[in-house]
T-cell receptor, first 113, second 111 residues
């Protein structure tokens, strides 16, 4: 089953604009991660935010986490055409001594040059 | 540095035929290994994970099985493929950092 639900499902913006994607989840987590997937390829890890963190930055990426609302957002600033991809949030939670990582449904981002 | 190899990249198989997808990791020891499946335009569904040799946990009852004969080798199998087994299969590994590192995927079409 899907733990996370991303919103919106698809997003189209002009190059230079900011892109914001949201993720909601249902259960307690250890951390939340964001991944990027180019069409037909494997996923690439972008950023991880721990459950006791509220905000994290990495280059043009900014991630927030609100554990009380069970939600996270990914902001990509000054978008580029090369940012066109699908973005997934993933939640990590303990499951029988193992950390289970469950992915959301993804947001398909198109950045128009 | 660590690398993950997954093959084949594409596969077309008839219904009822067997399946074997292989994934190997290099440059690390005792990784956690995962198989995910992604339907077209959808999110990832966790199929199997393994924390060690011979230790396999299944997330979804289905027509597939997994094995880990060596520390850095993870195999996804089926004795008889169904149409519903079509999809994009992804292998991944992780260590204590909890980040997942993915292979390049196998696009399986069952006809």
């Amino acid at each position: 089953s899907q733990q996370g639900e991303e919103d919106p499902q698809a997003l189209s913006i002009q190059e230079g604009e900011n892109a914001t994607m949201n993720c909601s989840y249902k259960t307690s987590i250890n951390n939340l991660q964001w991944y990027r997937q180019n069409s037909g390829r494997g996923l690439v890890h972008l950023i991880l935010i721990r459950s006791n963190e509220r905000e994290k930055h990495s280059g043009r990426l900014r991630v927030t986490l609100d554990t009380s609302k069970k939600s996270s957002s990914l902001l990509i600033t000054a978008s580029r055409a090369a940012d066109t991809a699908s973005y997934f949030c993933a939640t990590a939670a303990n499951s029988g001594g193992y950390q289970k990582v469950t992915f959301g449904t993804g947001t398909k981002l198109q950045v128009i040059p | 540095s660590q690398t993950i190899h997954q093959w084949p990249a594409t596969l077309v198989q008839p219904v009822g035929s067997p399946l074997s997808l292989e994934c190997t990791v290099e440059g690390t020891s005792n990784p956690n290994l995962y198989w995910y499946r992604q339907a077209a335009g959808r999110g990832l569904q966790l199929l199997f994970y393994s924390v060690g040799i011979g230790q396999i946990s299944s997330e979804v009852p289905q027509n597939l099985s997994a094995s880990r004969p060596q520390d850095r080798q993870f195999i996804l199998s089926s004795k008889k493929l169904l149409l519903s087994d079509s999809g994009f299969y992804l292998c991944a590994w992780s260590l204590t950092s909890r980040k997942l590192f993915f292979g390049s995927g196998t696009q399986l079409s069952v006809l």
